[in-house]
């Protein structure tokens, strides 16, 4: 071993204050998968806080088109929001009936929040489709580009969600509980939990300041 | 059926890209063709391909950045020729192509040489400094591996197949809108950046993740080695960052792709909003790149020195504070868009500001020299070099930061010799540092010091004979990215700079050099005792190469400095200790989701930036599908039992005994 | 340190362009001496050569801010050279000291030393960045002149809507007077700057920049496109002369002599891709026009044509040649 010189004394923390608690070693893998994945939420986070300047910027520059007062459809929002967080109660059902290796109300939990999200990515999708048709689509102004690139960023992931959550379903149904799916499970459920939150800022943004001005 | 895709892609009348584009193209086949008939193929396949070992993979991102780094540096050699020749001349390049190198070079040096570079080094070492058996998601590690080689390999298609980007390495709109840049050049830029950019962010995650979750007993925070904590920092920076960089290229791409109005003239687009959010991308990211490189030199500094690291507190302090300052310093970029005196004035001190724990840096690696016995092996050589010209490009940078003076110097010559300066003086030469500190724990033999240090003399000289002029040039107010001039001022500084780069040139060459020797002399070179340099941190107790678990037992972590501190230690106990009970140990299986899934984001990417929707489709699909498959997968780990960790861990310790056995009869 | 005197010096310097600092604005770098190259085509555009108020400010806080910094770069520099050199392993005169790893005082000082010279320089650059905004008055002799740039693809377009006349790619000044430039771009984003007048500034579609500067001597300079704008960018150097005060007049009743008349249509046909080698004049025939094309009231300019279909877009720049 090349080791040449020798120090006085060993060589700990030369400037070390107070006591000090000793690192206990790596965290077990729930711990980790749930870390790593709280880490790639916030990313996300950061990622819609964009197109959120983005829409702060652009939401006055209707290029003589119709303002968010003109198009916003109360009602509309109000149940999508319903749907929205009843869906995160059932997912958070479908998460303790997967800690207790239910698969009954595993399954019912899952089936009913997939109905939810499947209700609330419809209205989305009228919503948008009769703006469109209304000649009111992304290109008509920078206004309605932000708009629908945030709620439609939103409604993306929305889906993304879904197709997993069906997958959950089926790994559950042909694996059962195990250790792994268990940890994707809460993997999951944290993702539609953050779904939530963040549809919570699009409404207050979006939809209630749009709407009164 | 193609889409814009046909034969006039092609550029048939171009030679010098086809050219190019056919000699890359022989040497893949070549390679491939080697590899086939030698019958490397499954050995690839299983152990480097499908691998999620933290070290194989780290490997093949420094590989990737060599590489691309040669790719990179022509494009250099061609613009210090074009500008060299193009007085009162259109020189050799046509604009539109001398345009699409300029943007080329920008975006392979960043995205595909220096963050592969760093990543690929962090991925290799953290874990090990850390005292832990691999990174906290292994698969991911080579998922993101391989789509940031799909990024890489996207932007050398469009060598051939169409265009690259001619708007510069950050395609500021509206030049790079469909009506100015109706080309797939932007295209494939913004693709190749989104596909590599989720690689970037998936690596960072882990990191991140790895540091804070994943560390042997007894390495408090405040006992990591300065590596792991820039490591720490620059991959906040990747998880904080890099969603900016997606958002806004996926902003770019709307308006490119749907007709939305972001970026555009009409209706209301907004191009000041592009910068705001590419810089506030774009600024963090060179600390991303020389955090690492900063951790690395303090590695080298002190494990040269034969010290600690001087002022450790405070290098965390000022590790951190770069950090979250470098979030707040984006303006700087734009001095000149008119944003009014208060605003400029804010962000110019904000900017200054990095430059005080930058500085704390620059001093503590200096007082840790003092007092040192310092080896002047080649990464002590590269890590003095780089205090030296880091802190010339760091004046620079703060004379830049000061708004009255950037009005003068903004987008010119001189701010090109002053990033060149800076990421080539610290992040390049921290590279470099990096891969001659660590090449003999992750192969096993020591790199050949004599060509070493050739290269480091060829490169440390030619970098300032290539960027001095142009420090100069921008005094005599040369801006960049003229393909051509008629300012005869310029002429001779354009010269003195293309004989730098030929400087430079032979610096890369020696370097290339120096790996072929060594490999070639490897038996002379082999590194036995698994600590070559009497280092300091833990990577240097495992044998050289590491066993694939790492370590047989996590090690027990008592102080800074870990590893000496158990060679000490030993030392006092004269390694009488008995031999220890040995455990089975689970290890990650090996998995093509990675290599797959870069396969499909390929096909899906190529297909976007040629409006191949079907094959888009495709693309999707197969991805959805080894995602499910992945999900399937019912073993996602093995066992080494305890004979085969006991066997190699003993022949590890028997080798080591008997170096210090041998050592101690001399 | 940051004496009150020498930021008044600095704030001064927009005044008393060519007091202070000229001797070792010319000894800087030896860089001055560069002038002493052949110039065959155009005037130099030595930052450190100001031929106005606002050039001479900025270059002075330049050349200051590098002072100061020298004062700490170098002896870091030498120090980390010299201790490198003296505590090398084989000098057994070196003193080894492994248990040098933490020093309070030493931390205090390098933590103290470039907080010292950020303040320093903090300071400058506040003052700085009021006293020399780009939309600062630039006080001079006679009365302002009034000119809209405007950047095109890829050539200059300078309106003096005072003088109801136009020139493209050569900016004539009268010496002295205040030059309240206003700016604003046909298509993509550029810079307008001249070197040896100071402080450039970005022109952006469907807005307006401001810029006011000041040359003080007589005598041909240079200007370019500082922002990268496409494949003509190279060719967006223009010509800016300064006169005298009294010649301005004349010159402004000769220009306004030519035939060519700049309206909605011939600036449409103007701002089409594309380099000039030319200098032509103008007749304006409505002086707002700058403000229908700042509103864009006049559609942005378009882009290049797309001929081959496939990827490569054919080049208006390389043909223009």
């Known amino acids: 071993m090349a080791m040449t010189e020798t120090v006085g004394r060993a060589h700990a923390d030369p400037h070390h204050i107070g006591l000090v608690i000793e690192h206990p070693g790596p965290a077990p893998k729930r711990i980790v998968t749930a870390y790593g994945f709280w880490v790639f939420l916030l990313s996300d986070i950061v990622m819609f806080s964009c197109f959120f300047a983005a829409y702060a910027v652009l939401h006055g520059q209707t290029a003589d088109g119709p303002k968010g007062s003109e198009i916003f459809e109360q009602r509309n929002v109000a149940i999508e929001t319903v749907c929205l967080l009843l869906s995160s109660f059932t997912c958070g059902m479908a998460s303790i009936a997967a800690d207790t290796r239910n698969r009954f109300w595993f399954y019912l939990g899952m089936a009913v929040t997939c109905a939810l999200g499947l209700i609330f990515l419809a209205i989305e999708f009228r919503e948008f489709a009769d703006l469109v048709a209304r000649g009111y689509g992304p290109s008509r102004s920078a206004f309605l580009t932000a708009f629908f690139s945030l709620v439609g960023c939103h409604g993306l992931h929305v889906s993304a969600g879904v197709l997993w959550l069906l997958t959950m379903m089926a790994q559950v149904f042909a694996k059962g509980f195990r250790a792994d799916i268990l940890r994707r499970m809460m993997c999951f459920a944290l993702f539609w939990h953050a779904l939530d939150i963040i549809w919570v800022a699009v409404f207050s943004v979006v939809y209630l300041l749009g709407s009164a001005v | 059926m193609l889409g814009k895709l046909d034969w006039s892609a092609i550029p048939f009348d171009q030679p010098i890209p086809l050219i190019a584009g056919a000699v890359v193209l022989v040497a893949i086949l070549g390679v491939l063709a080697w590899v086939v008939v030698k019958g490397h193929l499954p050995y690839l396949w299983r152990e480097w391909i499908t691998s999620v070992d933290h070290k194989r993979i780290g490997v093949m991102y420094v590989l990737l950045a060599s590489v691309m780094l040669l790719r990179g540096g022509s494009d250099a050699i061609m613009m210090r020729i074009q500008q060299a020749v193009a007085y009162q001349s259109q020189g050799y390049l046509p604009p539109e192509h001398y345009n699409q190198i300029f943007s080329a070079h920008g975006t392979i040096m960043i995205f595909f040489v220096a963050m592969p570079f760093v990543i690929g080094l962090m991925n290799l070492i953290v874990p090990l400094q850390l005292g832990v058996r691999d990174v906290a998601f292994p698969t991911l590690n080579s998922v993101g591996f391989w789509l940031t080689a799909t990024g890489a390999l996207l932007v050398n298609v469009s060598l051939v197949v169409g265009e690259f980007a001619r708007t510069g390495w950050l395609a ?227 004379l830049v930061a000061v708004p009255p003076a950037d009005f003068m110097l903004h987008n010119s010559m001189f701010l090109v010799a002053h990033f060149h300066n800076v990421i080539i003086g610290g992040v390049l030469f921290g590279a470099f540092a990096g891969f001659e500190y660590w090449f003999p724990k992750a192969f096993g033999f020591r790199l050949d010091e004599r060509w070493g240090k050739a290269a480091f003399w060829f490169t440390f000289l030619g970098f300032y004979v290539t960027f001095i002029p142009l420090y100069a040039a921008g005094m005599l107010g040369m801006t960049r990215r003229l393909q051509h001039y008629d300012v005869a001022a310029w002429r001779p500084w354009m010269l003195v700079a293309a004989a730098g780069m030929a400087v430079l040139t032979i610096g890369v060459i020696c370097q290339i050099m120096q790996l072929v020797v060594s490999i070639r002399n490897r038996e002379a070179l082999r590194d036995r005792t698994g600590d070559p340099w009497d280092g300091r941190s833990l990577e240097w107790a495992t044998s050289s190469p590491p066993p694939v678990f790492n370590f047989a037992f996590h090690p027990d972590v008592r102080g800074e400095d870990a590893y000496w501190d158990m060679k000490i230690r030993a030392q006092q106990q004269l390694l009488g200790h008995d031999l220890p009970e040995y455990h089975d140990i689970d290890m990650p299986r090996n998995s093509p989701t990675g290599f797959v899934c870069a396969f499909f984001a390929t096909i899906m990417g190529f297909a976007l930036i040629w409006h191949i929707w079907w094959m888009v489709i495709l693309g999707g699909l197969g991805a959805f599908a080894t995602f499910v498959a992945f999900a399937w997968r019912d073993h996602d780990e093995y066992v080494i039992p305890a004979a085969e960790v006991a066997r190699i861990d003993r022949a590890n310790i028997e080798e080591r005994r008997n170096l210090v056995s041998m050592a101690g009869a001399v | 340190m940051l004496r009150p005197a020498h930021c008044a010096r600095l704030a001064l310097a927009v005044q008393e362009p060519f007091s202070g600092d000229r001797v070792c604005c010319r000894s800087f770098l030896a860089l001055g001496s560069v002038r002493g190259f052949p110039t065959a085509i155009g005037p130099p555009m030595n930052l450190l050569d100001p031929q106005g108020p606002v050039a001479a400010a900025n270059s002075t806080i330049l050349v200051d801010s590098v002072f100061i910094m020298l004062v700490i770069v170098v002896p870091t520099i030498i120090a ?242």
Request: glycine share 10%; hydrophobic share 50%; charged share 10%.
């Open chain 3, 80 to 321: 980390i050279l010299a201790f490198a050199f003296w505590f090398r392993a084989s000098n057994p005169k070196a003193r080894f000291q492994p248990g040098f790893v933490y020093s309070g005082r030493v931390e205090m000082v390098v933590w103290a030393i470039p907080a010292l010279t950020v303040i320093l320089l903090g300071g400058v650059a506040w003052i700085g960045s009021h006293q020399l905004d780009p939309a600062a008055p630039v006080p001079g002799t006679g009365s302002p002149v009034r000119i809209q740039a405007v950047s095109l693809d890829w050539k200059w377009l300078f309106i003096y809507p005072d003088q109801r006349i136009a020139t493209v790619n050569a900016l004539t000044v009268p010496a002295g007077a205040e030059l309240n430039f206003q700016l604003t771009s046909s298509s993509v984003m550029n810079t307008f700057f001249i070197p040896q007048l100071g402080s450039m500034i970005y022109t952006m579609n469907g807005m307006v920049t401001r810029l006011n500067l000041r040359a003080d001597n007589e005598g041909k300079l240079q200007g370019l496109s500082a922002h990268f704008s496409g494949d003509g960018f190279p060719d967006m150097m223009f010509d800016v002369n300064v006169i005298s005060p009294l010649a301005f007049p004349d010159w402004v009743a000769n220009t306004a002599k030519t035939d060519a008349v700049l309206n909605e249509e011939s600036y449409t046909k103007l701002m089409q891709q594309g380099v000039e080698r030319g200098r032509p004049v103008y007749r304006l025939a409505d002086p707002r026009l700058f403000d229908l094309i700042a509103t864009q009231h006049i559609p942005p300019g378009p882009g290049p044509e797309f001929t081959s279909g496939a990827g490569r877009p054919h080049s208006g720049g390389h043909d223009a040649r």
């Open chain 2, 172 to 398: 500021f709109p509206p030049l790079s809108q469909l009506s100015y840049s109706p080309g797939v050049g932007v295209d494939y830029y913004a693709w190749s950046l989104q596909i590599s950019g989720v690689g970037t962010l998936v690596a960072g995650i882990n990191l991140v993740t790895t540091v804070l979750k994943l560390r042997t007993r007894g390495m408090n925070y405040l006992r990591m080695p300065m590596f792991c904590w820039t490591t720490l920092a620059s991959n906040l920076l990747i998880v904080a960052a890099f969603p900016i960089l997606t958002a806004t290229l996926a902003m770019l791409l709307l308006d490119r792709y749907l007709g939305f109005h972001f970026f555009t003239n009409e209706a209301g687009g907004n191009v000041m909003m592009f910068m705001n959010l590419i810089w506030a991308w774009g600024h963090p990211e060179v600390y991303i790149l020389v955090l690492p490189a900063f951790g690395i030199f303090s590695e080298v500094v002190s494990t040269f020195s034969g010290k600690a690291l001087f002022g450790y507190r405070s290098m965390v302090l000022a590790t951190m504070a770069i950090c979250v300052i470098s979030f707040m310093v984006w303006l700087h970029h734009f001095f000149t868009m008119g944003a009014g005196p208060n605003v400029n004035a804010i962000f110019g001190i904000a900017s200054m500001i990095i430059a005080v724990p930058t500085g704390v840096k620059i001093y503590n690696w200096l007082f840790t020299m003092y007092g040192g016995r310092i080896r002047f092996a080649t990464p002590m050589l590269w890590a003095v070099g780089f205090m030296v010209t880091f802190i010339i490009g760091g004046l620079t940078g703060v």
